[in-house]
């Protein structure tokens, strides 16, 4: 079997590869991977070092939105997870050109190249935030999509498009849509990564409008068992919902991180809120669970712990993503 990785060299799509490549799916065991990944800011081969040294690895450096590229990386492939994305709701807002190019152009040339190689399976992974914010209770699968930025509009898309390719084509596809992601290796620009870096190295973390904001919080390895379990015996055309069970406050998540890091609130700085800012999302995985027998694994104390440890034995891998922006930010707390 031989199974393409868009975006295989980001944070959840190298997870993923780490995991196939470790065995760690038996139905994928004796599968070969190809990574397909253009390595923006937000990829490095460095995440697949593990995996590649095993030698089922093969990597190609390509644009989704590179047809020539597509086309080398899909060669002989049975299987395609997608995972390749801009997924940076603030970079949106400042500009959505790069989102539409990758997201919606990346996705309709890859469902064309998985059309005629006649791919047996092709994951679209996608976002809670294609339905916009619910007030009270969780979407189901059959939600109608309301995005709120640029961003979740260019996910919407893409998921429309890979159902338009079943519907119209036959093509054999699954969507997915996870609620906030965390864990190892991910980029520092989002709230976990970005805040639990900045607490270690002694600078403020900015917190939107009032902290109220909710999500539903799932560890990146209950996400990968998620997909794999959609990849192996998920129903053609259908979209599964893959949750954490653990809704909080962003002010929930901060009190954590602060315990944490041993730092106190005098480290928040309260920021303006920004534009279109969902209030609250909510998955309902009743489908997931009873179709394919998932649930959630990894509570999030322990799954939080777990991160913040890597991070402060990884200062190295995150101050050279960080970089120059290491220093920028709000204003250091009067102390």
Same mark, same amino acid.
């Given at each position: 079997?031989? +199974?393409?990785?868009?975006?295989?060299?980001?944070?959840?799509?190298?997870?993923?590869? /780490?995991?196939?490549?470790?065995?760690?799916?038996?139905?994928?065991?004796?599968?070969?991977?190809?990574?397909?990944?253009?390595?923006?800011?937000?990829?490095?081969?460095?995440?697949?070092?593990?995996?590649?040294?095993?030698?089922?690895?093969?990597?190609?450096?390509?644009?989704?939105?590179?047809?020539?590229?597509?086309?080398?990386?899909?060669?002989?492939?049975?299987?395609?997870?997608?995972?390749?994305?801009? =997924?940076? %709701?603030?970079?949106? +807002?400042? &500009?959505?050109?790069?989102?539409?190019?990758?997201?919606?152009?990346?996705?309709? +040339?890859?469902?064309?190249?998985?059309?005629?190689?006649?791919?047996?399976?092709?994951? !679209?992974?996608?976002?809670?935030?294609?339905?916009? =914010?619910? @007030?009270?209770?969780?979407?189901?699968?059959?939600?109608?999509?309301?995005?709120?930025?640029?961003?979740?509009?260019?996910?919407?898309?893409?998921?429309?498009?890979?159902?338009?390719?079943?519907?119209?084509? &036959?093509?054999?596809?699954? +969507?997915?849509?996870?609620?906030?992601?965390?864990?190892?290796? !991910?980029?520092?620009? @989002?709230?976990? #990564?970005?805040? %639990?870096?900045?607490?270690?190295?002694?600078? #403020?973390?900015?917190?939107?409008?009032?902290?109220?904001?909710?999500?539903?919080?799932?560890?990146?390895?209950?996400?990968?068992?998620?997909?794999?379990?959609?990849?192996?015996?998920?129903?053609? &055309?259908?979209?599964?919902?893959?949750?954490?069970?653990?809704?909080?406050?962003?002010?929930?998540?901060?009190?954590?991180?602060?315990?944490?890091?041993?730092?106190?609130?005098?480290?928040?700085?309260?920021? #303006?809120?920004?534009?279109?800012?969902?209030?609250?999302?909510?998955?309902?995985?009743? @489908?997931?669970?009873?179709?394919?027998?998932?649930?959630?694994?990894?509570?999030?104390?322990?799954?939080?712990? &777990?991160?913040?440890?890597?991070?402060?034995?990884?200062?190295?891998?995150?101050?050279?993503? @960080?970089?120059?922006? /290491? !220093?920028?930010?709000?204003?250091?707390?009067?102390?």
């Amino acid at each position: 079997m031989r +199974i393409l990785v868009t975006g295989g060299a980001g944070f959840i799509g190298s997870h993923y590869v /780490r995991q196939v490549a470790a065995k760690v799916y038996p139905a994928f065991a004796q599968a070969r991977l190809v990574v397909l990944d253009r390595l923006s800011y937000a990829g490095s081969w460095d995440n697949l070092s593990d995996a590649t040294d095993t030698g089922d690895v093969e990597v190609v450096h390509g644009d989704v939105a590179d047809p020539s590229a597509v086309e080398r990386a899909m060669s002989g492939v049975d299987v395609v997870i997608h995972f390749a994305a801009e =997924s940076h %709701v603030d970079r949106s +807002i400042t &500009g959505g050109e790069e989102f539409v190019h990758t997201n919606v152009l990346g996705t309709q +040339i890859v469902l064309e190249a998985a059309r005629r190689h006649d791919v047996q399976r092709l994951v !679209q992974i996608s976002t809670d935030e294609v339905y916009g =914010s619910i @007030k009270q209770g969780s979407w189901d699968e059959r939600e109608p999509l309301a995005p709120s930025s640029p961003y979740s509009a260019s996910k919407a898309s893409a998921d429309l498009l890979a159902l338009a390719y079943y519907r119209t084509y &036959g093509l054999p596809v699954c +969507i997915t849509r996870c609620s906030n992601n965390y864990g190892p290796n !991910q980029f520092p620009e @989002k709230m976990i #990564p970005l805040f %639990v870096t900045n607490l270690l190295d002694g600078l #403020p973390i900015p917190l939107y409008g009032d902290g109220e904001n909710v999500r539903d919080w799932l560890h990146v390895d209950d996400h990968c068992r998620g997909i794999q379990l959609v990849a192996e015996s998920g129903r053609d &055309g259908e979209v599964y919902h893959i949750g954490g069970g653990a809704e909080l406050t962003n002010r929930q998540v901060v009190e954590r991180l602060l315990s944490a890091t041993g730092r106190d609130w005098s480290w928040v700085q309260r920021v #303006p809120d920004r534009p279109g800012h969902d209030r609250r999302y909510s998955l309902d995985y009743t @489908k997931t669970a009873r179709e394919l027998g998932y649930q959630p694994r990894v509570d999030f104390e322990t799954g939080l712990a &777990g991160t913040v440890h890597w991070y402060r034995k990884h200062r190295q891998w995150w101050e050279l993503r @960080k970089g120059p922006q /290491r !220093q920028q930010g709000v204003d250091l707390p009067p102390r």
